[in-house]
């Protein structure tokens, strides 16, 4: 996740968004992910649809099948609507297209912390885990 926020100008956001969200791990593929995520309670999860293993979209799927996370935001190189389609038929909270946006990262992540404030009886700090696999850029 730090890579991500590196590689894009929205790190300076990631700075700046007092405390609302933290990074609670990263996965480099799917299985990670789903390991990590049967582990520890995770809010957010920050995925790109092509990934090793399992990919992104399968990924999604077994997060809303077993309901480990609740918000779920898909990154891809792919601005084709089907693959956007998919994603939010089976639960994307967003579909990010690479290359990145800064204003649309920012945007998503306010409106998945509006979310997730709305759907939780504490006011989190959002724990996040990552798998931006590919090139962000």
Not at 59 to 67: D, F, G
Not at 72 to 84: H, K, N, R, T
Not at 110 to 123: G, K, M, P, Q
Request: net charge negative; charged share 25%.
């Amino acid at each position: 996740t730090e890579k991500f926020f590196e590689e894009t100008e929205a790190y300076a956001y990631w700075e700046e968004c007092d405390g609302k969200f933290r990074i609670s791990g990263e996965a480099s593929n799917g299985l990670e992910a789903l390991e990590l995520l049967r582990k520890q309670k995770i809010d957010l999860v920050l995925t790109d649809i092509r990934m090793p293993m399992v990919d992104g979209i399968s990924l999604l799927k077994q997060i809303k099948q077993e309901k480990l996370c609740s918000c779920v935001i898909l990154l891809s190189e792919y601005a084709e609507f089907s693959y956007a389609r998919e994603g939010i038929l089976n639960g994307a909270f967003d579909y990010i297209v690479k290359p990145i946006d800064n204003a649309k990262v920012e945007d998503s992540f306010e409106r998945a912390y509006t979310f997730l404030c709305s759907i939780s009886e504490t006011v989190p700090p959002v724990y996040i885990i990552s798998m931006p696999w590919q090139n962000i850029s």
